[in-house]
């Protein structure tokens, strides 16, 4: 089973060739990177041809890629104003959605096959606007990210359009096809969790992934019961 890493853990840190050869040492086969330009500055094009190198060189997968969150980012933290696809005011939305393109396209020189997503925060309540706005969003992106080979995969968060029901129902509502649910991620110990496909139909298709984490000592993971 692959042990898949979530650089979130470090994002206020920026990536470095000799923390990825921990994360290898570490027993860890592939990462989730984390899209904040100062942990990972997906818009520099010469730190995403370097990143594909220090994988490469480490021998890890880039399993996905997690939609950057935030328009600004300091070198040392995560923060700034929310980039969201359920923005109501059309300027906004199209300017979250060509961020969330800009890390999409980065797939041509560092390839990987996922893009995890938030629909809204963890403020945002279940408003018919923001419905509507997050539609015609995901719309957009996901036709764009699968010209380049990427799938956009929803991750339920704690705000109520990110609940799990509502994200169903609102495929199903919408009929709107192309689209993974992947679950939220914790810090807890190292649990199996199920990774559901969802479409138009009532059909779930569940595979199983794990998810690891690595001791901010760098200490090689341990292992836990599955939930």
């Not at 990536?15 to 904040?36: D, K, M, N, Y």
């Not at 104003?81 to 109501?88: C, F, M, Q």
């Not at 704690?158 to 992947?182: H, I, K, Q, S, W």
Request: charged letters at 25%; aromatic letters at 6%; hydrophobic letters at 40%.
């Amino acid at each position: 089973m692959q042990r898949i890493l979530s650089t979130y853990l470090f994002v206020s840190k920026k990536l470095t060739p000799e923390f990825l050869a921990l994360v290898h040492g570490a027993g860890f086969q592939a990462i989730e990177l984390f899209a904040s330009r100062g942990h990972f500055d997906y818009t520099n094009a010469q730190d995403v041809r370097g990143m594909a190198q220090i994988l490469a060189d480490n021998r890890l997968q880039l399993a996905s890629l997690h939609a950057p969150t935030s328009r600004d980012f300091g070198p040392n933290r995560e923060g700034g104003a929310p980039l969201s696809i359920t923005e109501v005011e059309r300027v906004r939305r199209v300017e979250a959605m060509d961020e969330l393109k800009r890390a999409i396209d980065i797939a041509e020189n560092l390839p990987f096959s996922r893009m995890i997503l938030h629909m809204g925060g963890h403020r945002d309540t279940a408003d018919p606007r923001k419905r509507d706005a997050a539609f015609s969003s995901l719309e957009h992106l996901v036709l764009h990210a699968k010209h380049i080979g990427v799938t956009i995969c929803v991750e339920n968060t704690t705000g109520e359009m990110g609940e799990p029901n509502y994200l169903r129902a609102f495929v199903e509502e919408t009929r709107l096809t192309g689209l993974r649910f992947t679950p939220r991620k914790s810090a807890s110990p190292p649990v199996l969790l199920p990774c559901a496909r969802i479409s138009p139909a009532p059909t779930f298709t569940t595979t199983w992934a794990t998810k690891m984490r690595i001791s901010r000592r760098t200490t090689a993971p341990s292992t836990g019961p599955p939930l």
